[in-house]
C-alpha cells in the first residue's frame, strides 16, 4: 500500500467547502505549513478549523482568516493574530475557546471513540455555561464533549509510505492526537522514507491512523516570538 500524494495541492483538492480540519501545531511549531498554503491557494471556504492557535497574521492559519476562508475557530489561545481579534470583535467569525488541557483532553476522547468526560476546569465560568455539571466527591466537574473532524492535518518530521510517522521534539505537540480524531488524516513530513527505515520504537503515529502523506518543501518554521537576553 502506498498512501504518498504527489503534492500538498492534490491533498487539500480532498477538502470541500464547509469542512471541519484539525490542524496541528503548537504557535508555529509543527504546523503543516505546505498544506495550510495550498488550501489557500485553492479558496476552501466556510471552514471549521480546530487549533491550538489561529496562527498569525501573515503566516500559519493567518493567512486562511484573512482571504476569509474560516468560518468558525476552536481554539485555545489566539493573542497573536490582530486580524482574528478584528474579525471576531466584529462577529465575522464564530468562536469556541476552549481550555488547553480540555482542548488536548476532548481531542483524545474524539479519537479514543469516548462518548465525554467530568473536569473541574472551567466550572462556574462562561466555559460551563448550557453545559452539564455533576458533584462527584464534594467537587464540582463539567461535562465536556469529543472533539471530531473531516480532516486533520499534521505535520511530522519522517513518514513512510504506509503513513507511519516520527515527529521531532516540541513540534510533536497537538499533531499525533489530531491524527487519532479525524475521519481523514493527511500528514506531510519533512522527509519520505521506505517501509521498515522507521525503528518501530520510535514511530508515535502508527500508519492505520494516516489516510495520505506528503513530502513538503520549504519549510520557514518561524518563531512566534524571538527572546533574546
Not at 21 to 45: D, H, S, V
Not at 159 to 172: Q, S
Amino acid at each position: 500500500m502506498n498512501k504518498v500524494l504527489s503534492s500538498a495541492a492534490d491533498a487539500v483538492a480532498l477538502v470541500p467547502d464547509g469542512a471541519t480540519i484539525m490542524m496541528g501545531g503548537f504557535g508555529l511549531c509543527g504546523i503543516p505549513e505546505n498544506l495550510i498554503a495550498a488550501l489557500r491557494a485553492r479558496g476552501t471556504k466556510g471552514l471549521t478549523v480546530i487549533s491550538n492557535n489561529a496562527g498569525v497574521d501573515d503566516f500559519g492559519i493567518g493567512i486562511l482568516l484573512r482571504a476569509r476562508q474560516v468560518r468558525k475557530m476552536i481554539s485555545t489561545y489566539v493573542g497573536e493574530n490582530k486580524e482574528f481579534e478584528r474579525q471576531f470583535l466584529a462577529g465575522e467569525l464564530d468562536v469556541e475557546l476552549v481550555p488547553q488541557g480540555t482542548f488536548a483532553e476532548r481531542i483524545r476522547a474524539g479519537g479514543a471513540g469516548i462518548g465525554g468526560f467530568f473536569t473541574p476546569t472551567g466550572y462556574g465560568t462562561l466555559a460551563s455555561e448550557g453545559k452539564e455539571t455533576r458533584t462527584i466527591d464534594g467537587r464540582d466537574f463539567v461535562l465536556e464533549r469529543p472533539l471530531h473532524a473531516d480532516f486533520a492535518f499534521v505535520k511530522g518530521w519522517k513518514g513512510d509510505r504506509l503513513g507511519n510517522l516520527v515527529y521531532r521534539r516540541t513540534a510533536r505537540n497537538f499533531n499525533p492526537v489530531m491524527a487519532t480524531a479525524a475521519e481523514v488524516t493527511i500528514a506531510e513530513v519533512e522527509e519520505i522514507v521506505e517501509p521498515g527505515a522507521i525503528d518501530p520504537d520510535h514511530v508515535a503515529t502508527p500508519g492505520i491512523f494516516v489516510r495520505h502523506v506528503l513530502q513538503g518543501e520549504k519549510y520557514e518554521k518561524r518563531i512566534e516570538k524571538r527572546t533574546v537576553r
